[in-house]
């Protein structure tokens, strides 16, 4: 029987180990796993190198994580937020390690790492101080950079809805980079707002198919970071 | 709107938005960056539909929700609340980078830093020591999208001008802007260098080119 249900998202996160790399879903707040970042927080892996668009906000969430120094590489596309100095402070104190990757070579590159592409040609950032140091080619009349495809140890993703065979679906924005992250992790791990019956998720509607996904745990009704650092909260 | 904004000559910025969204074709599929730019939306003219994409998982963006009416994780690329219309669509990010890249998104319009008589532009990185690099989809959007539009003050707060020779600051892509909208004029990069197409009221070809580093041309009278 096939059942990746986990009793919680502590038990979720128990195994991941010190350097190890994570793939974080969500834009902004938007598909953020907060209760899952934060159970990591709990469980204390050190020496991470984390994948997420952004650096989080406020003192919750993935701010959060870089700010217990959890983190020592962040692998992104926009590390400045407007409420949140926790990256920022890290990284003029040298404490924290930045790779730039344009938002869109940043999810091509995660796709391609899910897809087994080792690597494949760009157009976006050539002529840029982005493109330096890597490889070109000519197709057609256009240059091209060359880019590697991202893998993870571990992903930790948001998801309205799944199964026990690990289908899912999203909400609304909150999908952004769930799906194809799913894809490049060894262990992807879902918090679902809600777990349902196999067969309740219509097939035409999956969005990330049950093969991409390793352990599912409910949070039913998670925290919004907007909310959390409206109120001034931090974690631990 | 600001007391800046006021001291500036020529269009206000929604005057500036209003005028770039003139140029906003009946069917277009449209991406507008942060401030600026997306002031576009509210005025496309009647009788046209356009279909608005956020990078960050949208096609079929609608206006801001009311003040309590915001519905939970339906953000735009800004980070702030937005709707959706009937008709919309919601994809996974390499999908919508694909739109961008794969050169089915119409028009983008951004702001910038530096525009270059070349169409170079520098609009994500002051290149300053201490600055955090932060670049998001602005080097996706201007390589992958058909037609990019640059709406800006015309000069810096400073009085500097921002459409240069040469851009100082490290490129965002080169050769991709194709019209530049400001609060003085509307220019368009050609091969022969920039075209002055028309000029805010009030506003003469000499006060322009003064405050515009790179040679102007004026139409008719090359």
Redesign the interface.
């Known amino acids: 029987m096939i059942d990746k249900r986990i009793e919680s998202v502590a038990a979720a996160v128990a195994d991941i180990k010190d350097g190890a790399t994570i793939m974080i879903g969500g834009f902004g707040e938007a598909g953020s796993p907060i209760e899952l970042i934060h159970a990591l927080i709990d469980q204390g892996a050190k020496n991470l190198t984390v994948i997420n668009n952004n650096t989080g906000s406020g003192h919750v969430g993935l701010a959060a994580l870089i700010e217990n120094e959890q983190v020592s590489k962040m692998i992104c596309s926009f590390p400045r937020t407007a409420n949140s100095t926790v990256f920022p402070d890290l990284y003029r104190r040298g404490k924290i390690e930045l790779e730039l990757v344009p938002q869109g070579t940043l999810a091509e590159r995660i796709r391609a790492g899910g897809a087994g592409i080792p690597a494949f040609y760009t157009p976006t950032s050539v002529n840029t101080p982005l493109a330096e140091g890597k490889e070109s080619r000519i197709f057609g009349d256009r240059t091209y950079v060359m880019e590697y495809g991202l893998t993870a140890d571990f992903a930790l993703i948001k998801a309205e809805q799944a199964d026990r065979y690990g289908n899912l679906i999203y909400n609304k924005t909150a999908r952004n980079f769930g799906p194809i992250m799913c894809m490049a992790a060894n262990s992807t791990i879902v918090q679902a707002g809600k777990i349902v019956e196999v067969g309740a998720i219509d097939p035409e509607t999956v969005i990330t198919p049950g093969i991409f996904v390793n352990r599912i745990t409910t949070v039913s009704d998670p925290a919004l970071e907007s909310k959390l650092v409206k109120e001034g909260r931090s974690y631990p | 709107m600001n007391t800046k904004t006021e001291a500036l000559k020529g269009w206000t910025r929604e005057q500036m938005a209003q005028r770039a969204a003139l140029d906003i074709p009946d069917g277009a599929y449209v991406n507008l960056g942060i401030g600026i730019p997306e002031m576009a939306a509210q005025f496309v003219p009647a009788g046209r539909e356009v279909i608005y994409h ?5 096609l079929g963006m609608g206006p801001p929700p009311a003040v309590g009416e915001e ?6 690329a800004g ?1 702030k609340s937005i709707t ?1 219309i009937p008709g919309a669509a ?5 999908d ?2 694909a739109m ?2 794969g050169q089915h998104i119409d028009i983008c319009i951004l702001g910038a830093m530096q525009v270059s008589c070349e169409g170079d532009l520098a609009n994500w ?1 002051t ?1 300053a020591a ?1 600055a ?9 959007l201007v ?2 999208v058909k037609t990019i539009f640059v709406i800006t003050q015309h000069t810096t707060k400073h009085g500097d001008p921002k459409i240069v020779k040469s851009c100082s600051y ?5 050769g991709v802007v194709s019209r530049i909208f400001t609060n003085l004029a509307v220019i368009d990069v050609t091969p022969e260098g920039l075209v002055l197409k028309e000029l805010a009221p009030g506003i003469s070809f000499d006060y322009v080119q003064e405050r515009t580093e790179a040679p102007l041309i004026l139409k008719g009278n090359k």
């Open positions: 956020t990078e960050n998982g949208l519905i939970t994780e339906l953000i735009n980070k959706a919601y994809f996974h990010h390499a919508s980078f961008i890249r990185s290149g201490d955090i690099p932060a670049v998001g989809g602005a080097m996706d390589a992958g490290p490129l965002t892509g080169k």
